[in-house]
Nanobody, 123 residues
């Protein structure tokens, strides 16, 4: 089992930045690809981005490409989501998820989930 805990969410003005963290316990994350997803009220869960188990490759949704950056520190068993140039439409609960070996944009294919952290961007 892998337990994931997100942190770093909060309220920020448009144009600002936040860095979310996803800390894992139970097992090392080094064998897992990691994804970030978000869900706004009344909307379906949306893929934000993902990173391979090694950290060598990342993939982003078009809506965040160029503004968000995913990184990982396997020694710390932690994955990060740096969010720059935030917009009000980025407001959502952000969750990290782990999937053995390969990442995917489909949330249904992830094995473990964190509880999520709220990000609110004011205009």
């Amino acid at each position: 089992q892998v337990q994931l805990v997100e942190s770093g969410g909060g309220l920020v003005q448009a144009g600002g930045s936040l860095r979310l963290s996803c800390a894992a316990s139970g097992r090392t994350l080094s064998n897992y690809a990691m994804g970030w997803f978000r869900q706004a009220p009344g909307k379906e869960r949306e893929f934000v981005g993902a990173i391979t188990w090694s950290g060598g490759s990342t993939y982003y949704a078009d809506s965040v490409k160029g503004r968000f950056t995913i990184s990982r520190d396997n020694a710390k068993n932690t994955v990060y989501l740096l969010m720059n140039s935030l917009k009000p439409e980025d407001t959502a609960v952000y969750s990290c998820a782990a999937r053995a070996r390969f990442y995917t944009i489909s949330p249904d294919l992830y094995d473990y989930w964190g509880q999520g952290t709220q990000v609110t961007v004011s205009s």
